[in-house]
């Protein structure tokens, strides 16, 4: 899939994808299947829970979320181990190291720079900075992910880190509920990668690779590898 070139494609792209949904929300609607947007259509036609716009909007965030978050994490988790040599030489020797190491991946090369914007609903203080109600409020995820009174060593990455929690994920009632899947995906992509391809290598300089920087993400566009021979 290419990225829109511009901000008139970026805008098409949204309009389609938009459409897509209003589209797939009629036709559930139609014919209800034992599916996600299913419950969430019952949500706003049976318990009145969400408006129609909510119902749309929620929709095209699980899409967005649950593939091109975890795209990214798998590209920026080899890059990183990549960038670690002696990590992934003990990631190849002790694979049981792996969820480990895919915690570690989340806090250490989560691409969301901050998490999804909020709006307090009332006033507050927080630390002598009063937040009115209705202000946007920007969670900085890698500022929490490098802060040093949390981990030890916060730019340090380590595989085999004590504690690797993190909130790559959300917390509490904002907790991705496609937490499992997509470290099952990462999982199955780095380990695949890993074992398939001992010889696995970065193809260009790292000040060739391409990354896409916004104020909410960095992430690469491309990642060269060099494969080599599979594993026998």
């Known amino acids: 899939m290419l990225a829109p070139e511009s901000g008139a494609q970026l805008r098409e792209a949204v309009q389609n994808i938009h459409r897509f949904f209003v589209e797939l929300v009629a036709a559930r609607r139609a014919a209800p ?8 259509i019952a949500a706003r036609d049976e318990e009145d829970r969400l408006s129609e716009d909510e119902l749309v909007s929620l929709a095209f965030l699980i899409l967005l979320a ?76 890698a500022s929490a992910h490098r802060d040093p009174d949390r981990y030890p060593e916060p730019d340090r990455f380590d595989i085999r ?45 790292e000040t060739e690779l391409p990354w896409r920087t916004t104020f909410r993400s960095h992430a690469l566009k491309r990642l060269p590898v060099l494969v080599g021979p599979p594993a026998a």
């Not at 299947?33 to 969430?40: E, R």
């Open 66 to 141: 649950g593939s091109e978050n975890t795209q990214h994490l798998i590209s920026g988790g080899l890059y990183t181990l990549l960038r670690h040599p002696e990590q992934l030489a003990a990631l190849r020797d002790d694979p049981a190291l792996m969820p480990n190491a895919i915690e570690e991946i989340l806090r250490y090369a989560l691409p969301n720079q901050t998490a999804i914007r909020r709006f307090p609903t009332t006033h507050l203080d927080i630390d002598g900075v009063r937040i009115p109600a209705g202000d946007t409020v920007l969670l900085g995820l």
């Open 33 to 40: 299947g034992p599916d996600l947007l299913t419950a969430l």
């Open 161 to 205: 880190r004590a504690d690797p929690s993190h909130l790559a994920l959300g917390h509490g009632m904002h907790y991705c509920l496609g937490a499992p899947l997509a470290r099952m995906q990462i999982d199955l992509a780095l380990t695949t990668l890993i074992r398939r391809f001992p010889g696995l290598g970065l193809a260009v300089p």
